[in-house]
């Protein structure tokens, strides 16, 4: 019986925990995507970058779409970006929030910031991502 009280008890302190971890995950990449906008788009959900594929408030590459997707077919999702969805700021946070809990599960924002500029699979980080890591710590 007591063991019984005791799981019960484990199953609704982790239950009430879950929205709180979920929130303050959002919370601080809320704070990191806010600050990377304003270096990449300024705010405008319409962006485009004329010498590249990037498109809207955080300047999403068709690459980062693909990897998005493939996340969420390897979780057994049925759900699919599409390129239109980067000048969705919604989508778009929602991508950035995928890709770091992904490749930065421990939520680094230095790690984050440098992977945005130069890619989830390089862990040598060239020196302009050092300018940029700079550049958007300013607006953080």
Not at 73 to 88: F, H, I, P, V
Not at 94 to 108: D, K, R, V
Not at 118 to 134: N, P
Request: charged share 25%.
């Amino acid at each position: 019986m007591m063991r019984k009280i005791k799981i019960i008890l484990m199953a609704t302190i982790i239950s009430m925990m879950m929205p709180t971890m979920a929130y303050s995950q959002t919370n601080k990449w809320e704070r990191v995507m806010n600050a990377i906008i304003q270096v990449e788009s300024s705010g405008n959900p319409k962006a485009h970058n004329p010498n590249g594929d990037c498109a809207g408030i955080l300047q999403i590459t068709p690459i980062l779409v693909k990897e998005c997707n493939n996340l969420l077919a390897k979780k057994k999702s049925k759900k699919r970006y599409t390129l239109g969805d980067r000048y969705n700021a919604k989508k778009s946070k929602e991508m950035f929030i995928m890709l770091q809990e992904h490749f930065n599960p421990e939520m680094n924002v230095e790690k984050a910031i440098k992977q945005w500029n130069c890619g989830f699979y390089t862990t040598q980080w060239k020196s302009k991502s050092i300018g940029y890591y700079k550049k958007v710590m300013k607006h953080y």
